[in-house]
């Protein structure tokens, strides 16, 4: 069964920075594209970014609303996806879901979130 | 403002046929596939339609997917009361800066 679990979300002030994970299990994870989207509280969804996988040399990608302050790695030998967040802003304030791309079936399976807020 | 537009609400009664629009551009729903979450209130997005009118298993043939040009559609037939909950469509935008995915606004769909 296809497991994704995000964590460190919390509380951190304008400026700040956080580290979001998502642990992954159930499938092949090494050999997938991770994404990030986000949702603002009675928002709609809004993808931030995604890492490809070792084949497709780690290649990145960013929404505009992110780039420069986020960056999002793996660690391929703990099945686990991150997101660095730098200067945080007001804005940035959502729940934060991972999701894993798969080529025939596209975002199919989504973690269960992670709630970051932004606020001094 | 999203990429992909969506009416903000939909609504029928138990049995009724529901249809959510979402149109886009020759950059994104025109070129590439469509897909389809239902979010559930507190809950993570699910997958309902992938590749334009492809069903993962699980999801009951109620749901079809529909594309024609830069616009997509959702159809829900045979409306039920755990139907109600906010849906999206989503596609791959080939822009300038690369291929991102886009997604629409969201409708609140209410099961009167």
């Known amino acids: 069964e296809v497991q994704l679990v995000e964590s460190g979300g919390g509380l951190v002030q304008p400026g700040g920075s956080l580290k979001l994970s998502c642990a992954a299990s159930?499938?092949?994870?090494?050999?997938?594209?991770m994404h990030w989207v986000r949702q603002a509280s009675g928002k709609g969804l809004e993808w931030v970014g995604r890492?490809?996988?070792?084949?497709?040399?780690?290649?990145?990608a960013y929404a505009a609303s992110v780039k420069g302050r986020f960056t999002i790695s793996r660690d391929d030998s703990k099945n686990t996806a991150y997101l660095q967040m730098n200067s945080l802003k007001t804005e940035d304030t959502a729940v934060y879901y991972c999701?894993?791309?798969?080529?025939?079936?596209?975002?199919?399976?989504w973690g269960q979130g992670t709630l970051v807020t932004v606020s001094s | 403002q999203s990429v992909l537009t969506q009416p903000p609400s939909a609504s029928g009664t138990p049995g009724q046929r529901v249809t959510i629009s979402c149109s886009g551009s020759?950059?994104?729903?025109?070129?590439?596939?469509v897909y389809w979450y239902q979010q559930l209130p507190g809950t993570a997005p699910k997958l309902l339609i992938y590749r334009n009118n492809q069903r993962p298993s699980g999801v009951p043939d109620r749901f079809s997917g529909s594309k024609s040009g830069t616009s997509a559609s959702l159809a829900i037939s045979g409306l039920r009361s755990e139907d109600e909950a906010d849906y999206y469509c989503a596609a791959w935008d080939d822009s300038l800066s690369g291929r991102d995915v886009v997604f629409g606004g969201g409708t609140k769909l209410t099961v009167l």
């Open positions: 999701t894993r791309l798969s080529l025939s079936t596209g975002l199919d399976y």
């Open positions: 890492i490809r996988s070792k084949a497709n040399s780690y290649a990145t």
């Open positions: 020759s950059s994104n729903i025109g070129s590439n596939y």
């Open positions: 159930g499938f092949t994870f090494s050999g997938s594209a």
